[in-house]
Every structure is written in C-alpha cells, then in structure tokens.
C-alpha cells in the first residue's frame, strides 16, 4: 500500500511537470533525450529526474504514435520502473504502459533492457510499433525474431531497447556460452526487462526448461522393451501419486522386474540405464496423456502447451521421455540426443539486476512471486470501470449433463446477437465439444492445436455478433478480443468455461477476454464432479460425497440433469482448485530445487569456459602445467594397490599407445609403490607434454590450440554430466516416495558426479594435448585431428 502511495505521488509529479514538455518543439523535445544522459552523467540518480523522464516519453508517446497513456496507465509505468509486477488488466493497454519504465531505464546507458513477449508476431508488431517512439528520441532499437543471421544477432544485443521473445532470449544465451571465440558473444547483459504475461513465463512455463541438442546419442533398444514390460503391469504393480503427477515401482513392481530380465540387483549402478528406461515407459504409460500432454500427427508425437493447447512444433522432451512416448504410441522412435546446454526461465531471468511483469492476473499468486522472485504484485485499476457480469459456476454430476447446460446458455447467446467464446481444457475436448455444436447445428470456429494456423483470422472473428469460438484454454493470449458495435449493442462478448483449470488465475484470465476497457460481457463456468481437476484432487471424504451421490442417480433418487446447489458443493470445486494450486506450486518449487543445482554447476562451467576464452596465455599456461597432477593424483588416490598392468593399461589408453612393456618394468624396477608410481608418471606426463606443445612453430597457432584443446575438454565433460543429470533425475522422481526426498539424492548423487567430471575434464586436457595429431598444409595452416 505504501508503495502505490508513492508511486501516484509520482504520477502527480508528471502530470505537473507535463506542460513544459507539452510546449516543445519537436526538436526541443527530441534533445532532451540528451540532457537527460548529460544530468546521469554528472551524478544525478534518474529516480530524482523520474517525472520529467516519464513526462517526455508519454509527449512522445502523443506525437508519434498518437496515443497518450492514460493516467492508470502512467502509473502501471511506474510500478514496472521499480521492479514490479503490474497486474493490468485485459484491454488496458499493457504494449504503451512498458514505453515509459523501457525509456527511463536506457538512459542510463546500460544495454540489455528487454521487453519479453510470448511470441515472434508480438515482438516484431510491438518493437515495429512502439519502437518509432524510442528511435524519435534518439535510441536505438532492436527486435529479435527466429532465423536472424550474426550480423543481425549483433546488432539486436547492441541496442538501447530490446523487443524479443523469452525462448530466443534463452537459446541465443545457451548458444554465447558453446562458443569458442568470447568477440561473438551476444547475450552479455542483463539490466532490465519487462515480462509481458509474465505468470505464463515465471510460473505456467516453470517446469519447462529450454534444451540445446546435439549429437544423437548410440540409439537404445531398451524403448521398446520396456513398453512391452510396462503393457503387463497390474495395478498392483504401481503406484501413482494423489495428483497423479508422479509414478513409481511398488514391491510387488519390481520383483516383476527382477523375473522378467532375470536380475536381481535392478537397482544396481549396473543396471541403471535399463531402470531408467523403465521408469520412463512408466511415465510415458501413466502420466502423458494423448489429447492433453501430445497428439500424434503424420506419425509423430507433438507435444501440446499445457496451458493454451497450442501445438509446439520442433519441440521434444528431453531424457528420453519423448522417445518413450513413441513408443508407447507404436510410432517411429526418433533419435535421443546428447543435450549441449539446457537452463529454465526461472534461472534465466534471475539474472537480471532489475525484473519487471505485466499480466492480467497476478495477485492470487504473488506470495510465490515474492518468495521465488521477490517481485510484488501492484494492481492497477482500470480505465474505465469493469461492466464484465461474472455468474456464479453452475454445478452438475456428471459430465454429460454439465456439456448439455453449457450448450443452452451458447444458444442463448446466439439468439441474444451476442458473440460467444468457449473455453475448454484440452483437444480432445474441445474436438468433442465442436461435435456437440455440430450437432445442434451450430456453426463454429475451432481454435485449438490442429488449427493454430488460422489463430490470427479466428481471433478476428471472435468479436462480431453471433460468432461462436470453440478454444482451449487461452488461445488468443496477447491479442485482443475486438468488438463489433453491434456485439456491444447486444451485451458484448459471452465467454462460457466448460471446466475450471488447475489454477483460479487461468479462469480469471478467460473471464478477462470479455469486458475489456468497460465493455460489456459475461462469463459462466460450468463445472462437473467427474472434471479432472476434481477427481485428480479431491480427499477421500470429498470421493465419498462424490460416490454417494452419483448412487442416488443411478438409483433414481436425483436426476443426473439437476444442477447441484448446496454450499458443499460449490466449495468442493474451490477446494480441489486450491488443492491443485498448492501441487503446481510444491512442483515449481521442486524443479526450482533440481535447477539449483544444475544451475550453480552451469554457472561454474560457464565461468570457467569465460576465462579460458579471455585468453590469458599465463592462466591457460597454469592450467597445462596443472594437468600432469591432476591426472596422476586421481589414478593413484582411487587404488589401494598398483600393479604393473593396471600402470600399462593407464599409460596405453592416456598417454602412449605405443610405450614398451619392457620399458615399463625397466623404469619402475618392480617398486609398484604409490609413491615411486606417482613419480614416474608424473614426469613421464610432463614430458609428453612439453614434447606435445614444441610441434607448434607458430606462437599464434600455439595460443589457439592452448585455448581449444581447454575448452573441447570442458565441453565434453560438461555434457556427458548434463545427459548424466537428465537420467539421474528420471530415475529419483521414479522412487518418488513418502520414505524418498528426490532432490536430496539428486543433489548428493550430482555433487559426486560433478568431481568426477572435473577429474574426466583434466585427462581430457591432457589427452586432447598429448594424443592430437597435426596435419601442417602447404599454406602453412594445421588440421587438428583430435583423439
């Protein structure tokens, strides 16, 4: 309360300094860009210069655009400045309200100010629209998209203000940090961004992680095996969580197991690869549904965005999930590859030092936004006053009666001239539904995974009288509903929900397609005790009840077709709902705690990878002469006991294929003692490498291969332990249970592999120095054939 307080104190602030700008000339107003650089140069901090900042851009804003922010709108720009979320509403104008906070915060001459939107047609349409304003008063513009060249891409990282989407933010930083020359690094600052629909990225997209792909892995013949296993399981054999997010092996499971590859030790580190593929046939089997999770198109699996059922195109699960998946639906398996980097957008936009969001609803979750961003919620009243008439749920027993309900209040609204917009909370549904509407002669555009191609054109349509929408949950987010005077005329836009979702944040942005800027509107849901987010998240008192009355209208006592109205049952919708919320939100914390870890081993790679590329010649000279310990020490310290053959087999396979047996004998003079052992091979290292280095001629050709030799090695050590990480967390959220904490053998199992990787990465140094063979050409240049 006391920062909104402030932040309209400001708003006061401009409003009275506005005038002056409002007198300028449009050169005047345009060089103010410049003494404002001139004032934060000499030391004056731009929260003191904030209103007439905000004042010149709002002019701009007139001038240019010809729009001017209203006064809500200034103050949504002043929450955002200081690093909060806006709750605007829908309609409210969230693409100018971002000019005022994007234009203050480049003044200060920090690059990498952002403002983050969900897709590529956004951000070319608002950094196209909005951008004229911000190169008007002499900054500079970027927008990025898919498919843009180096040039491009440097040119984009480079400007004032930068308009892009959160997955090329993501990929382009995976892809800075795989690179081998530190001049072609683009992703270099975070200062501030602005998040549009931010609850879509920080919390619906949080357990999705962005994945770089690589080399296809050796293909496994452990998917189809494990389908077939799976396919025989009895209940007994497994046991899925109360939310059925989770599955594991019961007792019972995995003595099956252990007959049917007769094993006896399934659980052994020499059995891991073929349990984890069980484990995701499980998965695969129990917990992704065709229809909700994926659809299967021209005999491949698609995957479906949970939220608004759009087709994600080119994307896979990674771990071998998908392939699981593929299985599972008889369809050719692709090739699992090795990931080269991965990082999830809770990580990813912790690293801004300022983050902002702007969404239609916000506050039922700020505490997670607080407690997992630190980002508070400020809720910006609307422009004109809210007309949307929001009806209480009508409740029904069975699915069947809560559709036919639905369908009358959609005929209603037909013959009210009225536009209708349907929401429903999967394809599979909504494909039922478009039947349903079929049949009663009711004739419909259908917005879902299937023809996301005509989003733009359906959308279009949504707002004149008498157009019925049949769409998953929140298709069409980010583009306004526009309507019709007549639709206006006949109450505006009906919006009917066939199922509340998993979260009352997700209704409320469906109810908020309607009513937009004080338009009329209604909005009604219709809910069912057999909806899943009921009967995946109900009490076993709350089943009971269910139970007991679905037994009186089997037996006649009510009919199916009667509308629930007692009080218990208007609050088993809400308390499942919340039950649901509190699941999503213990399932972003856990990814959030897997991701810790990932992401403070990513961060010592990546800084590790930094100083190598920098190309300090005295600390990559100290690396290589730390190399000949840091092999030798790990090969002595894990033996008790050194015998000749185990020395050879080491020598051979790391050092020199072509060493003598007798010359090893003769050297060590039957001493095999840790310390004469360690001795000889120490030197015999440091030597191979000296000789190694000397083939170079060239200083320059020496420096590159010091350099590319360094991170060669950490790269594949680096991946080898991400594929590791990826099947290690398959396996422990498969023993998921009340007696198991996943996240604690994640993280003892990845700090144990992380050492591992480290000592892997120095004998990939030396290995990489000692066994690569250089083929000088006539012009003087080197191939580098790596071993």
Do not use: C
């Amino acid at each position: 309360m006391l920062r909104v307080k402030k932040y309209r104190r400001i708003v006061k602030q401009i409003y009275q300094v506005l005038p002056t700008y409002q007198a300028m000339s449009d050169i005047e107003l345009q060089k103010q860009t410049q003494v404002f650089k001139q004032a934060l140069a000499t030391g004056q901090r731009i929260e003191h210069i904030l209103p007439a900042v905000f004042a010149v851009v709002i002019e701009a804003d007139r001038r240019v655009l010809g729009m001017e922010p209203y006064e809500v709108q200034i103050l949504g720009g002043v929450a955002l400045f200081y690093g909060n979320i806006a709750e605007l509403k829908t309609g409210e104008g969230k693409t100018l309200v971002a000019t005022m906070p994007l234009y203050a915060r480049a003044l200060l001459g920090n690059k990498g100010n952002f403002l983050i939107t969900a897709n590529d047609y956004l951000a070319d349409r608002d950094g196209h629209d909005m951008g004229r304003v911000y190169q008007w008063l002499g900054l500079t513009v970027g927008i990025g998209v898919s498919n843009m060249d180096e040039a491009e891409e440097k040119v984009l990282y480079t400007s004032d203000i930068i308009y892009s989407t959160h997955s090329k933010l993501g990929f382009d930083y995976l892809f800075d940090n795989l690179g081998s020359d530190i001049a072609n690094k683009m992703v270099t600052r975070f200062n501030f961004a602005i998040i549009d629909e931010i609850d879509s990225v920080l919390l619906d997209g949080a357990q999705t992680a962005l994945v770089i792909s690589g080399a296809p892995k050796v293909q496994s013949n452990f998917f189809q095996i494990s389908q077939w296993f799976i396919n025989g399981l009895t209940p007994d054999d497994y046991e899925l969580s109360d939310d059925e997010l989770k599955v594991w092996f019961t007792k019972d499971g995995l003595d099956k197991i252990r007959n049917y590859f007769d094993i006896e030790k399934i659980l052994s580190a020499k059995y891991f690869n073929l349990y984890r593929h069980l484990i995701l046939a499980l998965q695969a089997k129990y917990l992704k549904q065709r229809g909700r999770d994926y659809v299967v198109e021209d005999g491949k699996v698609v995957l479906l965005d949970e939220v608004n059922g759009r087709a994600m195109q080119g994307v896979k699960l990674s771990g071998g999930i998908h392939q699981a998946i593929e299985a599972k639906e008889g369809v050719e398996i692709t090739t699992e590859s090795k990931t080269l980097g991965t990082i999830s957008y809770q990580s990813l936009f912790k690293k801004f030092k300022r983050l902002s969001g702007m969404t239609g609803t916000a506050k039922t979750d700020e505490k997670e936004f607080i407690d997992t961003y630190h980002l508070e919620v400020i809720q910006i009243p609307t422009n004109e006053p809210v007309r949307r008439i929001d009806l209480p749920d009508q409740i029904y027993l069975d699915n069947q009666s809560k559709l036919e309900s639905s369908l009358k209040l959609v005929e209603a609204g037909i013959n009210d001239n009225r536009p209708v917009l349907i929401e429903t909370g999967s394809v599979t549904l909504s494909n039922l539904y478009s039947l349903l509407l079929l049949k009663h002669g009711i004739p419909h555009n259908l917005l879902n995974a299937t023809t996301a191609a005509r989003e733009k054109e359906i959308i279009k349509e949504a707002g004149t009288s008498i157009s019925v929408t049949l769409a998953t949950s929140m298709a069409g987010r980010g583009t306004d509903i526009k309507l019709t005077d007549t639709a206006k005329a006949n109450g505006g836009l009906l919006v009917v929900g066939t199922e509340r979702m998993t979260s009352k944040r997700i209704d409320n942005q469906l109810r908020g397609r309607a009513g937009r800027q004080g338009e009329p509107g209604s909005s009604q849901f219709f809910v069912s005790l057999e909806d899943k987010v009921i009967v995946e998240n109900s009490t076993d008192r709350i089943r009971k009840y269910r139970n007991r009355l679905l037994k009186r209208a089997e037996s006649g006592k009510v009919a199916f077709t009667k509308q629930l109205t007692s009080f218990r049952a208007k609050r088993l919708m809400d308390k499942a709902q919340k039950r649901a919320e509190n699941k999503q939100e213990e399932g972003r914390k856990t990814t959030l705690a897997f991701e810790l870890v990932l992401g403070g081993q990513r961060d010592k790679i990546y800084q590790a990878r930094d100083k190598v590329l920098a190309e300090n010649q005295k600390y990559l000279d100290e690396i290589i002469a730390d190399t000949q310990y840091k092999v030798v020490g790990p090969f002595i310290g894990k033996r008790k006991e050194i015998g000749l053959h185990e020395i050879a087999d080491f020598i051979f396979n790391n050092m020199d294929s072509q060493y003598q047996m007798k010359d090893l004998e003769q050297a060590l003079d039957n001493d095999y003692s840790s310390k004469n052992v360690q001795h000889f091979l120490t030197t015999m290292a440091g030597e191979l490498l000296e000789a190694a280095l000397n083939r170079f001629k060239s200083e320059k050709q020496l420096a590159h291969f010091k350099k590319l030799v360094i991170l060669k090695s950490i790269d594949m050590g680096w991946i080898d332990q991400l594929d590791y990480l990826q099947q290690l967390r398959a396996v422990v959220d498969g023993r998921g249970t009340a007696q198991r904490k996943p996240i604690n053998e994640f993280g003892r199992e990845a700090r144990r592999s992380f050492f591992e990787m480290e000592d892997q990465i120095w004998l990939n140094i030396f290995k990489n120095i000692v066994l690569t063979e250089i083929e000088k050409k006539p012009d003087g240049s080197i191939n580098l054939i790596f071993p």
